[in-house]
């Protein structure tokens, strides 16, 4: 058991921990900094959506994440199991203890299997796949499925890019009508949302690929039960906003949904020949017993940010970036891309004896929906759903629009931006 002391110590070598390293070094290259990650890799997780459609390959998403840690970082390749705020200390699962005057906290979003009775026996086999977690199995299911229903869903936890599970299923229609399948297959998307997107003009957008590709809706939808056995997915229906449907696209009900009453519940099922999920989601079990966690409320187990300066809400010297906080915004990389900065001018005012006022984040948050195997639409919004676009690209495009040009973006331009910039510490 031993003690090391930094001046930044950064939880998390991921999107959050490497983009706030590099950036910290880039404005001040004498701090001591130091990340602590067990990983060997490093995943540029947005491209995971284009791997389950087989329109890139895995290993094209991955590099060494030692590539990544910045110059003059140190590396400590360890798992912490607790958090020490009180005393400004990181316990890692080794016992030793790394003390800090500055802590940033970014050790993401856990999966949870476990979190819809029978997911974990289902998983992985008989056409139940998940691009969050085996992108490659969904392209397999992908490309052997011969025509039936394929059912797309996600949980009622908050998961991490929640446009993500549609994205992948118009990759999926638009697969099934270029092989001549359309016909034969019923595609169904089952979410506990009232609506398929919360933002306009995207909305709309979308809703003209969902007639398109005559995909069935279900809304108010609450996953509670996966039977992999008989490949039905339970559902029970929660209370939709007043003018909303629990059906649409389906008035003649094509899909084979039928209800049942279970333990004094009515139960939704439908069958399908294909599913993929976006399994539940929630803050690392180790952080939320931490004192930096929400203790209760709505939110209970994320982490308590201010939600403009990304401050701990319970210790003032510590910040917080990504996917484990509470910010009322969508989970995404883009969204690390405007946080990272206030989290860096912040520490740097407190570095400096001044107050971390810096509070320049308005919940900006983006998601490249793609439509097609060449059309995508970028979805980008703030805070209480207001939309928000990137200056330069809204001038040469109408971002709200599925494009070609959007496309190219996602496939090449967005890859690029991530490994080249935004890991490198350039803050644009
Ligand atoms: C299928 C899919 C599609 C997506 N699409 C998009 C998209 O199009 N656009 C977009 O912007 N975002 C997208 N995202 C979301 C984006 O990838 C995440 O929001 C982002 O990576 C979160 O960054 P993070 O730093 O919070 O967590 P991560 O990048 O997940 O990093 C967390 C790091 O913490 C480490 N860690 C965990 N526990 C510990 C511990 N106890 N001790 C030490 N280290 C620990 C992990 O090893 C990991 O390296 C997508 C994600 C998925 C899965």
């Not at 939880?11 to 001591?32: E, F, P, V």
């Not at 108010?220 to 909303?244: C, F, M, N, T």
């Amino acid at each position: 058991m031993s003690t090391v002391k930094h001046q930044i110590v950064i939880i998390g070598g991921g999107t959050g921990g490497i983009m706030t390293a590099a950036q910290l070094k880039r404005a001040k290259s004498d701090l001591d900094i130091a990340i602590i990650d067990p990983t060997k890799t490093h995943a540029y997780q947005p491209a995971w959506t284009l791997v389950g459609a087989g329109l890139m390959k895995m290993s094209q998403t991955i590099k060494n994440e030692s590539s990544l840690i910045p110059s003059g970082v140190s590396w400590i390749k360890n798992k912490v199991k607790d958090i020490k705020p009180e005393n400004n200390t990181v316990v890692l699962e080794n016992d030793d203890s790394i003390s800090y005057d500055y802590l940033v906290v970014a050790p993401g979003i856990q999966i949870n299997l476990d979190g819809v009775k029978g997911l974990k026996e289902a998983f992985g086999k008989n056409g139940v796949c998940s691009n969050y977690v085996n992108p490659e199995y969904t392209d397999e299911v992908l490309s052997s499925f011969k025509g039936g229903t394929a059912l797309f869903t996600q949980p009622t936890t908050p998961i991490k890019c929640p446009g993500a599970p549609q994205k992948i299923m118009y990759l999926a229609a638009d697969m099934m009508a270029s092989k001549g399948l359309k016909d034969k297959s019923n595609v169904v998307f089952a979410t506990n949302g009232s609506m398929i997107f919360g933002v306009q003009p995207f909305k709309d957008e979308l809703e003209k690929f969902l007639l398109k590709y005559d995909i069935k809706q279900r809304y108010g939808y609450q996953l509670v039960e996966i039977d992999g056995i008989k490949k039905e997915a339970h559902y029970v229906r929660g209370v939709l906003p007043e003018g909303s449907k629990y059906v649409a696209n389906d008035d003649s009900n094509k899909i084979a949904e039928r209800t049942e009453s279970i333990d004094g519940n009515e139960h939704y099922i439908i069958k399908y020949d294909m599913l993929h999920l976006a399994p539940p989601q929630s803050a690392p079990t180790w952080f939320q017993s931490t004192k930096l966690a929400n203790p209760d409320g709505p939110n209970k187990g994320w982490m308590a940010v201010d939600a403009q300066s990304l401050q701990s809400r319970f210790f003032p010297n510590v910040f917080g970036v990504g996917d484990v906080t509470d910010l009322p915004t969508a989970r995404t990389g883009a969204a690390i891309r405007k946080q990272a900065p206030v989290v860096v001018k912040n520490i740097l005012n407190l570095l400096s004896g001044k107050s971390a006022d810096h509070k320049d984040y308005k919940g900006y948050s983006s998601c490249p929906l793609v439509v097609s195997h060449n059309k995508m639409l970028l979805a980008e919004f703030g805070y209480d759903g207001v939309r928000m676009s990137d200056p330069i690209l809204s001038k040469m495009f109408d971002t709200g629009k599925a494009s070609y040009p959007m496309w190219i973006l996602k496939r090449y331009g967005l890859p690029f931006m991530y490994w080249n910039m935004m890991m490198k510490g350039y803050n644009f």
